[in-house]
């Protein structure tokens, strides 16, 4: 019985400090990740450090804590980004890979027009 009961306490500190389980809803992470694809997210990396340029991060959405998103970092403090005919650019840099907006979704299009 104790065994049993220092399992389950290991398993809700691990569960509730170190790691969770994500899943990846749609295509923008493609193709690194695909639709549906499930990964560990480790909790403790950034209360040591901050996400960095090119991390794959796991966010609450703000209205409603209980849904997540998977999204890469494609910028931090201080870079400019903008977005325009679809290409984002970092402090004026091109990504290598073009937007897609997931379907149903209101992605615009921000910056100058050629």
């Known amino acids: 019985m104790k065994t ?3 399992a389950a306490v290991y398993a809700i500190l ?3 400090f ?3 389980v994500a899943r990846v ?3 923008s992470m ?3 990740l695909e639709d549906q694809d499930r990964l560990i997210v480790n909790k403790l990396v950034y209360r040591i450090g901050e996400p ?3 991390d794959i991060v796991m966010l609450y959405y703000p209205l409603n804590p209980e849904k997540s998103f998977v999204k890469r970092v494609i910028a931090e403090e201080g870079d400019t980004v903008r977005i325009v005919d679809g290409r984002v650019y970092v402090n004026d840099i091109p ?3 073009r937007l897609r907006p997931e379907p149903n979704s209101a992605a615009t299009t921000t910056g100058a027009r050629r």
């Open 14 to 16: 691990i569960v509730t």
């Open 52 to 54: 960095r340029r090119g």
């Open 30 to 32: 493609a193709p690194t």
């Open 4 to 6: 049993l009961v220092s």
């Open 95 to 97: 990504l290598q890979r």
């Open 18 to 20: 170190g790691f969770q």
């Open 25 to 27: 809803e749609g295509q």
